[in-house]
């Protein structure tokens, strides 16, 4: 197996496992360290579908705050926007609703041609 396809691999399971995490006994520590792998990759934007994911399955949370890691992280990293913009069109919730109100504080009124303020009205 190649490096390649070895770096692959972990790619996918690193996705897997965020996209797929279920705090056991209200346990969310073991998404942290996930969450940290992912941005201390070479290219934490792979990760970015499985965090938006997590954040559908969980509309109303924030993961006893490991959300914020994710939240923090993409935005320090960047090129999160057209995601956050499709994935909260289709299941608005809190983190989605955060990551605008953040944006629109910051000066920011449009993700591409779309106005965050009309976003948040909806």
Same mark, same amino acid.
């Given at each position: 197996?190649?490096?390649?396809?070895?770096?692959?691999?972990?790619?996918?399971? #690193?996705?897997?496992?965020?996209?797929?995490?279920?705090?056991?006994?209200?346990?969310?520590?073991?998404?942290?360290?996930?969450?940290?792998?992912?941005?201390?990759?070479?290219?934490?934007?792979?990760?970015?579908?499985a !965090?938006?994911?997590?954040?559908?399955?969980?509309?109303?949370?924030?993961?006893?705050?490991?959300?914020?890691?994710?939240?923090?992280?993409?935005?320090?990293?960047?090129?999160?926007?057209?995601? #956050? #913009?499709?994935?909260?069109?289709?299941?608005?919730?809190? !983190?989605?609703?955060?990551?605008?109100?953040? !944006?629109?504080?910051?000066?920011?009124?449009n993700?591409?041609?779309?106005?965050?303020?009309?976003?948040?009205?909806?």
């Amino acid at each position: 197996m190649s490096f390649v396809d070895k770096t692959e691999m972990l790619n996918e399971t #690193l996705d897997a496992a965020i996209r797929e995490f279920t705090p056991i006994d209200g346990d969310w520590r073991p998404l942290e360290n996930q969450i940290e792998l992912s941005f201390s990759s070479s290219d934490p934007s792979l990760y970015y579908h499985a !965090m938006f994911s997590l954040f559908e399955r969980f509309p109303e949370d924030d993961g006893s705050g490991v959300f914020w890691s994710a939240l923090h992280g993409m935005e320090a990293v960047g090129g999160y926007e057209s995601l #956050l #913009l499709h994935y909260h069109r289709r299941w608005p919730n809190l !983190m989605t609703n955060t990551m605008l109100r953040r !944006m629109l504080n910051a000066g920011e009124r449009n993700i591409g041609d779309v106005a965050i303020a009309a976003l948040l009205s909806t």
